[in-house]
């Protein structure tokens, strides 16, 4: 007989959060499931790796049974050393979420989860990002269910080397999405702005705030299709190339930029 | 009389690096120079941002004159806060680095000296990472000419909304440079090994190490050029869609995979 396959999960939230439970019992109908998630909260790191400090991994138990390992770093890290020494099989698919909030546009960039599943391609395995659009009552299970509906679609028909799925969901009931859209990376971004404010010492401290700006407008664009209430599905990779500006670069930089050194 | 530009230097090997110093002494030459960075060693932090503490900016004196703000976080927040809080006048120019080691490859997506750059760009500046190849001795000043050379001509001439000049330089002497590269992003990446050793409490810890392994052949490729004596300079922008298999998506998934909730 055939073994099931087997799904890392990991994500930035940590191992307690409630977004990668509800993706575990998902998950759990269709595959062995492996977990292996920051000990804490690690929104925001991008795609950190831990490399000048040593790394530490701890059995983690929910209701008196072995539910992962937790690590002490990063989502990259934890994608990692799952892979490469705390798993006795290689995964056949990484997923990572779900993320409470959003990972759409620039966010892609400073994403943990995003960067769990990137890890995951960069060692060989299909890899999945799952995020739900930020509510004070977040429920899960939607989300989780698209993820199972999405990995069992790519555990049968692979992705291409180097690709990974980033997957967002909007906070609305299920009844009411009304459907899927593959989608590119949007150019939204955030309106910074730091608050200033005095420590008890009287010395100044920055605390970063803001709100993201909408710069775009078609519905195949993440964020605006998430908004008309469709499931965001965007493949993304790691290959930051600027082709289009390389090709003009090669004719127009050549002639005029000299390297006297 | 027109001002002369300003140029916000930032790294991520901290503000004391020899590879910062090395930058700010070269751009002088051609603008104003403001520095806003780590206070400590931040490498392979990625794009990371901090968001869930507070950040502290400290004033810092070299040779009893002001040199900048060294800052408590990562170089993305260096940026940041240098441009929204810190600094007066907007600058013309972000330049990041001169790193201790390449940014090619997958390791851009690692590198705390790019995000530096990211952010800036994100911000609407145009900006320019700077890396030297790893050696014993490092010599930083053929790099720093370089940036110069590319900072002068980027300050004339601009650079396309949402794009980033990644360079990287040679460990060789300056005569032997046999000019400049526009390159593609390789795809060599990471042979992780974790060392698992035991801590003086007997307890297991991992220690990520390991050697890139390379996977590019052509020239015009940033670790291929770099090898043949040539600077690489590779335009990377931020958005990470998949373009070629989106398309391929649009036609193959919509038939196949269905959304049933």
Request: aromatic letters at 8%; glycine letters at 8%; a negative charge.
């Given at each position: 007989m055939k073994k099931r396959p087997l799904i890392l999960v990991s994500n930035d939230?940590?191992?307690?959060?409630p977004g990668l439970h509800a993706l575990v019992r998902a998950l759990k109908h269709i595959a062995r499931v492996a977990v292996v998630a920051p000990s804490i909260q690690q929104s925001a790191v991008g795609h950190a790796i831990t490399v000048r400090t040593p790394l530490r991994a701890y059995k983690f138990h929910r209701n008196g049974t072995l539910f992962g390992h937790a690590v002490d770093g990063t989502p990259a890290d934890c994608v990692k050393l799952a892979i490469r020494?705390?798993?006795?099989e290689k995964p056949d698919l990484v997923v990572s979420g779900i993320n409470d909030g959003l990972n759409t546009a620039v966010n892609v960039i400073y994403s943990g989860t995003v960067s769990a599943a990137t890890e995951g391609t960069i060692l060989g395995i299909p890899s999945i990002s799952v995020s739900l659009e930020y509510t004070q009552k977040p429920r899960f299970e939607t989300s989780a269910k698209i993820a199972a509906l999405l990995s069992r679609f790519v555990l049968r028909n692979g992705l291409p080397e180097d690709t990974i799925l980033n997957v967002n969901v909007p906070a609305i009931p299920a009844s009411r999405i009304k459907g899927i859209k593959y989608t590119r990376q949007g150019r939204s971004r955030w309106e910074d702005e730091f608050f200033q404010r005095k420590d008890p010492k009287n010395k100044d401290y920055f605390w970063l705030a803001g709100k993201m700006r909408i710069l775009d407008k078609d519905e195949d664009i993440d964020q605006i299709a998430l908004k008309a209430g469709y499931v965001s599905v965007t493949p993304i990779h790691?290959?930051?190339?600027?082709q289009q500006y390389l090709r003009k670069m090669r004719e127009e930089w050549d002639g005029k930029f000299k390297l006297s050194l």
């Open positions: 939230d940590g191992i307690d959060a020494s705390l798993l006795k790691f290959d930051l190339t600027h």
